[in-house]
Structures are given as C-alpha cells and as structure tokens.
C-alpha cells in the first residue's frame, strides 16, 4: 500500500469516530485534505464522486470514501477505505447502544428521546433541501423534488418509481 | 397521552436471517441515502419498530459520529438480536451492496463528462432528495400534536437550511432547550 493512502485510511478512521451527527458534516473536511493539503485529486473529481454516489443505490457515505481511497491508492485502498469509514463508529455504535437500552425505561431517557426527536427530523429534512439545492438548476428540478416529497407520503407507492421517473425526465433533458 | 406502540416484540419473531436480508435488499435500493429505505423497511415491511421507535433511535444515532445510517443499522441488529445481529445486519447492509455500489460507481466516474449520464445523474439526484424530506414529513406525523415538536423541527430546519449554521451551533443550541421543553410537558402531563 502506497503512503498516501496509509496517511488517507487513518484519516478515514480519525474520523469515523470524530464525526458527530453523521458524515456528511465532514465533507469540507476531506475535500480539503485530499484536495487541497495533499493534492491527491482533483477538485472536478471529488464532485464528481459526491455526485454519482447520491444517484447510486447503496450506503452512500461508504461508497464515496472508497471511490476517494480509489483514486488515491487502487482497489485495496477502496475496499480498506470502506472499512476505514464504518468500522470504528460501529464498533462504539454498539458498545453505545447496549448502554443506552438498559436505561431505556428510565424517565430521563424518555425526557431525552422525546425532546431529541424533532431536533433529528428539522435536521434529516434539512439534509433533503440541501440535496435539492445543489443538484436544482431550475423550478423543473424543484418540481421533481416536490412531487416525489408529495407522493413519498403515500405508502403504496414505490420510491423505486419516483426515482426512475426522475432519472427519465432528466435524461430527456428537461431539468 | 398513552405513548403509542411502545411494542418491543414485532409481529414476527426477528431472525438473524430475516436481519441480513432486509439491510441487503435496503442497500441495494438506498437511492439519496439509505435512510428512505431503512425506514420503509423496518417500519412499514417489517413492523419491526413503528415510526415513533424508528424516529428515536435515529436521533440516538444522530449523536453517534460515523454514517448515522449504518449505525441504526448495527442497532436495530442489536436491539433484536445482540451482536449475531448487529454483525448480520451490518454484513447485510454493506458487503454485497458496497461491492456492486463500487463497481458501478468506479464505471460511472470515467464516463463522468458523459453529459447524458450527467442529466440522468440530475434528475435522479432531484428524486432522490424529495424521497429524504417526504421520509422527514412522515416521521414528523406522530407528533403534528405536539406544538413544541414542530417548532423544534422547524426550527433545526431553518438554522441549518435557511440560516446555513453549523450543525454543532443548530444542535448545541436547540437541544437543550427541546429537551427542558419535553421535560416540563411530561412533568405536566403526569
């Protein structure tokens, strides 16, 4: 394995474990540090992975690290990448979570969890618009993006289909 | 208020199996995120936890550090079935799916001046973010009674979204005071 992607992968894992409230917050983090620090990759390529792993399926967050650590050091730098990503924050997720259930009946817990709630949901729709925001050129875009929110909330309808509705409305050019 | 669906037992009896193939088939349809799909799985095809069990222990994870769905994804694991479930889950959620994601992934950035490609990229990506806010919308249904959850949802949104705050200042600051809130409510009620 070549230096810069030992130095990639302990990066990698540092943040696995400092990244609180989920990675998406450490993107400006390793676009400067393999970007601009290192100069491992290109600043056209770093978008470019952001945004094929947000219309791929699979755990998106993973994929784009490992596609990173591809760049940077081949295939055995994407697959420890991955490893790299979630390896450490679900070995604590699990040490943390059998903590956390054994208080789950205690009236703290309860308090906790009902005030923690909305904060988390303000903060996933959040997550959505700012989705929408960097890919929406136009009111078409923003339309797509309303009308899958709309029929989201009915449960017989398949994501699946929304998002091949919009995977073919773009490929005919109208976004 | 009763607290509604504090189940702990699903309907069925969760496998270890059933585990590893519900996070396989979730990643491998994980449009924008695997959280759209773990919801749908869990909640609405499994009945393993209801909305208001799901919107918990995301929030729990939310203060985890690492991918906070893969983290829900190790705790729903251990919530059933300890650390045979977290691994079988976890395995479920990531080999096969992290395999072709990768694969396909790795094709799609050498062709990514392709400006068709780039179009159905957009379109999709447009989707995808409706799918995130409307699985926002219905996690917020159990609590469209409580005025205190709303205006702290609303507000997280727009500190974030609208005000472009740091995370940690939206979460340091709102927190706390959703929780005294909580708190005073529940003290009310009893």
């Known amino acids: 394995m070549t230096a810069p992607a030992a130095t990639l992968l302990g990066h990698l894992a540092l943040l696995s474990l400092i990244s609180f409230g989920g990675t998406p917050g450490v993107l400006p983090d390793m676009r400067q540090f393999v970007v601009v620090t290192h100069g491992w990759i290109s600043d056209q390529d770093f978008s470019n992975c952001f945004a094929i792993?947000?219309?791929i399926p699979g755990p998106n967050m993973i994929l784009l690290m490992s596609l990173i650590a591809w760049k940077?050091?081949?295939?055995?730098?994407?697959?420890a990448g991955a490893l790299a990503t979630f390896g450490p924050s679900c070995t604590l997720a699990f040490a943390a979570f059998r903590l956390w259930d054994r208080f789950r009946?205690?009236?703290?817990?309860?308090?906790?969890?009902?005030?923690?709630?909305?904060v988390t949901i303000g903060l996933v729709i959040a997550g959505g618009y700012a989705m929408a925001r960097v890919g929406d050129v136009g009111w078409a875009s923003a339309a797509v993006t309303l009308a899958a929110a709309c029929l989201m909330l009915h449960p017989r309808v398949n994501p699946l289909w929304l998002v091949a509705a919009g995977g073919a409305l773009g490929g005919c050019g109208l976004l | 208020m009763a607290v509604v669906g504090a189940t702990d037992d699903p309907v069925r009896p969760v496998t270890l199996h059933s585990l590893f193939v519900a996070f396989l088939k979730v990643s491998l349809c994980a449009f924008g995120g695997p959280l759209v799909w773990v919801r749908r799985m869990v909640v609405e095809r499994q009945h393993w936890l209801t909305d208001q069990e799901f919107a918990e222990l995301l929030s729990f994870c939310q203060f985890l550090p690492g991918p906070n769905v893969v983290s829900l994804t190790v705790c729903v694991g251990a919530k059933f079935r300890g650390l045979a479930g977290s691994l079988a889950a976890l395995a479920g959620f990531t080999v096969i799916p992290c395999i072709l994601g990768f694969s396909l992934g790795a094709l799609l950035l050498s062709h990514a001046h392709n400006g068709l490609l780039q179009d159905v990229l957009r379109g999709i990506s447009a989707a995808a973010a409706g799918l995130i806010i409307g699985t926002g919308i219905r996690l917020l249904m159990?609590?469209?009674?409580?005025?205190?959850?709303?205006?702290?949802?609303?507000?997280?949104?727009?500190?974030?979204?609208?005000?472009k705050l740091p995370l940690l200042i939206v979460v340091v600051v709102l927190l706390p005071l959703s929780v005294a809130i909580a708190g005073r409510a529940a003290a009310g009620a009893a």
Request: with cysteine.
């Open chain 1, 72 to 79: 940077v050091g081949g295939v055995p730098a994407a697959a």
């Open chain 1, 105 to 118: 009946d205690a009236a703290w817990q309860r308090r906790l969890r009902r005030g923690l709630v909305p």
């Open chain 1, 53 to 55: 792993v947000q219309a």
């Open chain 2, 142 to 163: 159990p609590h469209r009674r409580r005025p205190a959850a709303l205006l702290f949802c609303a507000l997280a949104f727009a500190g974030l979204a609208v005000a």
